[in-house]
């Protein structure tokens, strides 16, 4: 069976799953449940930012070694995203997010209890492989249990949490640690999932539904064999690619090197699935869908562009306002919640109009952020006592248009994907994000550091902010490009 054959095939299955679909009188309970669980796993991508320097204080450790600390989660979650999501759809989301969040919930308290720097790192890349099995269960959930304009609402709660998770991190993160004192206080970050977690488990056990329930026959693939040899194929080209950006933001260039590795194994991996199609057993991620349904490898582009531009300036922003400008933790990230609070403000509004708008949610979206972070670049050269009424309304202004990206692009990206490849399909953009994410820290920090080597702190920050405009432009071309073609 060819590639095209079988999107085919599975663009019919899915109109067939349309014809059976049945609304689960639980679907939005069952999503406030995923979304809880969504958030603690992405809020640990940025919470710990805050508390790396007193992690390395009370452990007495090196820099390099807590660098660990913070990015072997994000590569242990990078690497897993579309393994989970597949493993998802193939043997059940509820099944997933269970194994999935008693790791998370194990791991955490690993960290929190951990008596040395090895011990936390051990624990961080189980934790974040863990939230690799947990995060794609929510778009696959998603796609199972919600159509037509349920599903750019479902989504619009999704793009809602994944703003306010990125951006508020810190903040959570500097309250603790003001709470509860320096020395032991970055411990709580971690403890404090332990209950959390373990009341979202009863609930999942209780709500979470099996693949088949809600989404009609088709949900839940026949084959439920996973394609190992795609997953360790796709594995290695997202740590090639995941971790020479973690070394350099780190400061640890060499490792630059893996980056010639990506393309052949990116060339085996695709080529692997390809056989996989055609030998008719189930691939990890069927690659036809980036062929077959361009709405997909548009979406794709555009998440990863926008997250190159986007997550990088909270990095920089911490550290310039810390180290460039003298602020505690706790009021750098409060000078950064305004983007939470615009972003809050827009994620629910901007699911609702995806289905009448589509891409056009996107472009506007992204044209508020990028005015908002133009703005910024202008402002964030102001005297330090003047920050609280200059740079925040500007933060406020670029996340009333970052809440308007993340969600209509889920939702427009996946709108074509059979919902029994939702979980993997999922994966794959939340892949897309992870990488934008790494790639844009290093970016950032790198300019900021190399301009600030030349010139004043203030000035570094502002050719940052304009470096990550840039990329945010490229992410509103693709955008654009997307609604020409009508996706």
């Known amino acids: 069976m060819t590639q095209d054959e079988q999107a085919e095939r599975e663009r019919g299955e899915e109109t067939t799953d349309e014809a059976a679909y049945e609304p689960d009188p639980r679907r939005w309970r069952v999503l406030a449940v995923s979304l809880v669980v969504g958030f603690m796993s992405l809020l640990d991508v940025t919470i710990v930012n805050v508390a790396v320097p007193s992690i390395r204080a009370g452990l007495d450790t090196s820099a390099a070694t807590i660098q660990w600390v913070v990015s072997g989660y994000a590569l242990a979650f990078g690497m897993t995203l579309v393994a989970g999501g597949r493993l998802g759809d193939a043997h059940g989301r509820r099944r997933m997010m269970t194994i999935g ?129 795609g997953a360790v194929l796709l594995g290695l080209a997202v740590l090639a690619v995941l971790f020479p950006l973690i070394s350099l933001e780190g400061g640890v260039g060499l490792a630059l090197v ?20 055609r030998l008719d057993r189930p691939p990890l991620l069927d690659v036809s869908l980036l062929r077959g349904l361009p709405g997909y490898a548009n979406g794709l582009l555009v998440g990863t562009l926008y997250f190159t531009g986007f997550t990088g300036i909270f990095l920089v922003l911490s550290v310039h306002l810390q180290e ?79 809440g308007g990206v993340i969600s209509p692009n889920f939702t427009l990206t996946l709108a074509e994907v059979p919902p029994a490849m939702g979980g993997a399909a999922g994966g794959a953009l939340q892949t897309g994000q992870r990488i934008g994410s790494a790639l844009g820290a290093a970016l950032l920090m790198t300019v900021y550091q190399a301009v600030g080597t030349v010139t004043s702190a203030p000035v570094a920050a502002r050719a940052t902010l304009l470096a990550a405009l840039a990329v945010l432009a490229l992410a509103f071309a693709a955008a654009v490009r997307s609604w020409r073609l009508g996706d």
């Open 258 to 277: 893996v980056l010639v590795a990506f393309p052949p194994l990116a060339w085996a991996f695709v080529k692997w699935e390809a056989r996989t199609v």
């Open 324 to 402: 460039g400008e003298g602020f505690s933790p706790l009021q750098a990230a409060l000078l950064m919640t305004p983007f939470a609070v615009g972003a809050a403000t827009t994620s629910p509004l901007a699911g609702r109009l995806v289905g009448h708008l589509g891409r056009k949610v996107t472009l506007v979206a992204l044209g508020v952020m990028m005015t908002g972070t133009a703005l910024a670049s202008w402002l964030v050269t102001s005297p330090t006592d003047t920050l609280w009424w200059t740079l925040a309304p500007a933060m406020f202004l670029a996340g009333v248009g970052g």
């Open 101 to 229: 969040l008693v790791g998370f919930v194990v791991s955490s308290a690993a960290v929190g209890l951990a008596p040395n720097a090895a011990a936390i790192v051990l624990a961080r890349l189980v934790q974040g492989a863990s939230a690799g099995l947990l995060t794609p269960q929510n778009s696959g959930l998603i796609q199972q249990l919600f159509r037509g304009a349920e599903r750019g609402r479902a989504f619009g709660m999704f793009g809602f949490t994944v703003a306010v998770a990125s951006a508020t991190g810190p903040l959570i993160g500097g309250l603790l640690i003001g709470l509860l004192g320096e020395e032991n206080g970055w411990r709580s970050l971690f403890l404090i999932n332990v209950p959390i977690g373990l009341v979202a488990l009863v609930l999942i056990r209780r709500l979470v539904p099996d693949n088949h329930v809600g989404a009609g026959p088709e949900a839940a693939p026949k084959d439920s064999r996973i394609d190992v040899v």
